[in-house]
């Protein structure tokens, strides 16, 4: 019997993707283990869904549980990635992990989210050496962007902020909030008088309550 390895990126697409959790293959487990690296602070859902899915005792995190789950796997096993990358962030870490994978005779299979259907690709002896370079690209992306996101954090960390410059309420802009708080103007005549359009004002009165809740 072949079981499906749940990688850590079907912790953040549980909700969003249930069909795979109901794919029809004869022999097989659906679900047996998973493994995640991270568990955000605001994932207790998330978290919960998920071991009441396979197990809390099937649950691995991190390293760690990813070692000792491997040995775990059997030939004809089925390690299951939401994306390619999954298996390491590193180029290097993803080789020495496919090949590790591939000498216990386990099968990687990845699913492409498609518009209507979730298709799956099945990544074989065969066909790894033709993936690698795909594979590789992918990686390569994929650390760039984990860089952009360290160096964006850093940045924050030090004051530095993103996005859209905030910009002064104009002086009137609590009275006619008000006015259209207790409905005596409608929203966009609220916005012409202040003259910002009925977006601007919106996002404005979003972060005036925010301001009058602390």
């Not at 995190?61 to 590193?90: A, P, R, W």
């Not at 954090?153 to 009275?175: I, M, S, Y």
Request: glycine share 6%; hydrophobic share 35%; charged share 30%.
């Amino acid at each position: 019997m072949k079981c499906i390895v749940l990688l850590k990126k079907y912790l953040f697409c549980l909700h969003k993707q249930l069909r795979p959790m109901h794919i029809s293959k004869s022999g097989v487990t659906i679900m047996k283990y998973a493994f995640v690296t991270d568990f955000h602070s605001d994932s207790k859902i998330k978290r919960d869904v998920l071991k009441n899915a396979v197990g809390n005792e099937n649950v691995y995190e991190n390293n760690e549980g990813y070692n000792v789950l491997v040995k775990k796997l059997e030939q004809d096993d089925t390690v299951l990635l939401f994306n390619i990358q999954d298996l390491s962030i590193t180029w290097e870490g993803f080789i020495e992990r496919w090949k590790q994978l591939l000498s216990r005779g386990v099968n990687i299979e990845v699913f492409v989210d498609g518009e209507s259907d979730a298709e799956t690709r099945i990544y074989n002896k065969e066909l790894a050496e033709v993936d690698y370079i795909e594979v590789g690209y992918n990686l390569n992306l994929f650390y760039l962007n984990q860089k952009k996101i360290s160096g964006m954090r850093k940045a924050q960390e030090k004051g530095t902020r993103f996005g859209r410059k905030k910009v002064k309420n104009p002086d009137n802009f609590v009275e006619y909030y008000h006015k259209w708080k207790n409905r005596e103007l409608t929203v966009k005549q609220a916005a012409e008088h202040i003259g910002m359009n009925v977006s601007t004002f919106f996002r404005h009165c979003k972060d005036y309550e925010k301001q009058l809740k602390g």
